[in-house]
């Protein structure tokens, strides 16, 4: 973890949860709330479907709510799109910004998800900015090429006006029960910290960069406790408050 950074758990649910599940949630609310993180930031980034509820449950405890993605414009006849400032109206104080998943499913370049960072900014939304490279590219030694390259496209070249936090996920990792080892992911994650300060100086140095990718209960402490990983962006493990809390529960200390 970096010196001095409160470390931050997000919870993706991706297009899992119906109503039913706001249990979890709550769950997770209370279990925050009982000091069950520690001193780190808990983010629960459910479907749009259950945003405005989650949020309102998470009023009042240490538990934010964020989106899985926006679109670029504020409003528009964009069908089935959802505004930064819709996602600010439900709630949100969070949203994932160009996850692997929209990147690969979507098409979505980098100037497309730098356009929707913007678009956070403009909301008043803490982006959560996803980059990570697939296993042919990792196996062609390009892996630091790629991330590079995802950093300088899909972040604004201007100065943010708040934080923007990285997530580091190798797309091979994801929901693979896959993982890096431990030196493979220091290795990335120090030099995310070194590209950041070479883009944008000293308004990056307190930024936080997460590790996703198969974050499980079982290996949380290890991935965790790399240097420069300050908190993890969790998938299939958040859907389950206890065992998403077991994974942000190692910061009680």
Known sequence: MSHGTRPLAAGNW????LRASLKEVAAICEAAAAGGAGQAEIVICPPATLLTEAAKICEGTPVKAGGQDCHAEPMGAFTG?????????????????????????????DASVRSKVKASFRAGLTPIVCVGETLSQRE???????VASQLTGSIPEEPPPGEIVIAYEPVWAIGSGMTPSLDEIAAMHS??????????????AAWRILYGGSVKPGNARELLSVDEVDGALVGGACLSASTFMAIAGIYRG
């Open 140 to 146: 062609d030694g390009k892996a630091l090429q790629i």
């Open 81 to 109: 799109d959802i505004s930064a400032e819709m996602l600010k109206d439900a709630g949100a104080s969070y949203v994932i910004l160009g996850h692997s998943e929209r990147r690969l499913g979507h098409q979505e370049s």
């Open 14 to 17: 991706k297009m899992n949860g």
């Open 191 to 204: 030099f995310i910290r070194r590209r950041l300060k070479e883009l944008f100086a000293a308004s990056s």
